[in-house]
């Protein structure tokens, strides 16, 4: 029996007003534990239910011995049992009214059980109730403080729903992006896919106003799902930005996907061409991604094509200028006037064409006064900031300047996406970071920021070529 199509349950699976953990240990070290203890930690909102037959209380919490002994409805049961034992705890959460099974457990598809899998969908189907995995980390959504995974407790909040078909890189990113401030929405282990899918659990983030954009790890679709996956995908990108990472692009990484999830590698110009269909931006690396995905989060799609350049170094603007052209952004030919006003921000030696070089004696005044004119012109639509420490000018106090400028330009309706570029040492990561923090993508090198609104620029191309997005 097929699901496909009954999105109403994915609600459950990113708020539920309560969590079944089947299989909470309380052995500290344990996923069944874990999982309790990141839910308690991270701030759950809702309710939480430990289920252990021989235990009566885990991390201060009562627990039942079986689900059907809970005197409450449970939406959500996160399964982390072993495999032989699923069927049975699958049975009893349908019988409950489970909406939706968090199936932890390793030991189905991916080593050749396969009937035992295609069991489990049947039943938990038969009582309507849909299943995440199995072989998956769990899922956490953060606007309802919801980390039901065994990866670290600790995860920030943002526009950026990341979806992973594999399970250790997953855990692994939730602590990078922790340290690259990168702000998530919703972390979801995909696994197995015995049900629900990439395409099922993308429709569901799309509509969810807390995630600005989707990004996605994939290894591959399963056998007679591509035809789906486009056409679901474009539903998606009509609405939010998707980025996928799609691995296994050589002969060789593909054989390793196929043993990895057992998904269908196939050719990759056939995925190359399902994610153009679809509208999907695809990254090569994780880097690219998410740098990326920063940039939708945080920056409006621009109005038009027309990109200026502000700098204090002439060989970055020189590399931005080339990024440029590689990454199809289109630097802006500015107009006698408009040369004019930029030349009132510099010194006498410093150049009002594109790049606007401010010239290494620039100092926050410099910059301030040169985004002003940006902001305010209505000809520029988005702003390329690069920055080369140098002794005269602190990075943090730019840094400052830049949040002020872009600030003052929104509160008068005119914002428009601006991405930066610092290259220097360890104050210029902390200025970077605070940047980041304040909702204005910064990078450390050109090429990166550039193709980040390079990215915005294919997207709302692509909107406008469907008839989404509208420039004036
Ligand atoms: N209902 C409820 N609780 C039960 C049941 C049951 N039917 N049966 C056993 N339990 C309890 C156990 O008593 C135990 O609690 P305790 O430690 O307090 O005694 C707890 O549930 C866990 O059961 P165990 O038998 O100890 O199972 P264990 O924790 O060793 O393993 C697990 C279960 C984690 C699901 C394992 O089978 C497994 O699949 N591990 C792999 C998980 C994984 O890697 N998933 C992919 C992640 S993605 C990535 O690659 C990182």
């Known amino acids: 029996m097929s699901c496909r199509g009954k999105l109403d349950n994915l609600k459950y699976l990113f708020s539920p007003s309560s969590i079944a953990v089947i299989g909470a240990s309380r052995k500290p070290g344990k996923i069944g534990h874990a ?11 809702g309710k939480i239910y430990p289920v252990n037959p021989t235990a009566n209380e885990i991390l201060g919490l009562k627990a039942y011995k079986s689900i059907l002994e809970i005197p409450d409805e449970v939406d959500m049961a996160v399964i982390s049992i072993p495999a032989e034992k699923v069927l049975q705890a699958i049975d009893e959460a349908g019988r409950k009214g489970v909406k939706v099974a968090v199936v932890i457990t390793s030991g189905f598809s991916e080593v050749g059980n396969v009937d035992l899998e295609r069991r489990m969908v049947e039943l938990a189907h038969k009582y309507g109730m849909r299943i995440l995995g199995p072989n998956i980390f769990g899922i956490a959504y953060t606007p309802a ?4 995974t065994f990866g670290p407790k600790d995860i920030l909040k943002g526009g950026i729903a990341f979806i992973t078909q594999s399970g250790a890189l997953g855990i692994a990113l939730m602590g990078w992006t922790l340290l690259e401030e990168i702000g998530l929405s919703a972390i979801v282990s995909m696994g197995n896919m015995a049900d629900l899918d990439v395409a099922e659990v ?3 983030l799309a509509d969810d106003p807390n995630t600005k954009v989707i990004t996605i790890y994939l290894e591959g679709l399963k056998e007679g799902t591509g035809k789906t996956f486009i056409k679901l995908m474009r539903e998606v990108t009509r609405k939010k930005p998707v980025i996928i990472l799609k691995a296994g692009r050589s002969e060789r990484g593909a054989a390793a996907a196929a043993s990895h999830t057992g998904s269908l ?5 056939i995925y190359d061409a399902a994610f153009r269909q679809s509208g999907i931006l695809r990254a090569i690396t994780i880097e690219e991604m998410f740098d990326w995905a920063r940039a939708f989060a945080l920056q409006p799609l621009p109005k038009g094509e027309n990109v200026v350049i502000i700098t204090n170094g002439g060989g970055a603007g020189v590399m931005a200028t080339d990024a440029c052209a590689d990454y199809g952004v289109n630097l802006y030919t500015l107009p006698d006037d408009l040369k004019e006003e930029f030349r009132k921000c510099m010194p006498w030696f410093g150049s009002p064409k594109n790049p606007v070089d401010l010239t290494g004696m620039a100092v926050e005044d410099n910059y301030y006064k040169a985004l002003k004119v940006a902001y305010s012109d209505e000809r520029i639509h988005s702003i390329i900031v690069l920055y ?12 400052k300047v830049i949040v002020q400028a872009y600030r003052e330009a929104k509160s008068e309706g005119r914002e428009k996406p601006t991405v930066v570029c610092m290259i220097g040492g360890t104050d210029v990561y902390n200025a970077m970071r ?7 993508p910064a990078y450390p090198i050109p090429e990166r920021a550039v193709a980040s609104l390079g990215a915005l ?5 692509y909107l406008e070529k469907i008839g989404e997005h509208k420039t004036h």
Do not use: H, W
């Open 35 to 45: 999982i309790v203890k990141n839910l308690l930690e991270y701030g759950f909102k």
């Open 145 to 148: 403080n919801m980390n039901a």
């Open 434 to 440: 605070y940047l980041n923090r304040e909702g204005i």
């Open 457 to 461: 620029y294919k997207y709302k191309r």
């Open 388 to 399: 080369c420490r140098t002794a005269i000018l602190d990075p943090m106090s730019l840094a």
């Open 265 to 269: 590698a196939g050719a990759d110009v």
């Open 202 to 204: 993308s429709q569901y």
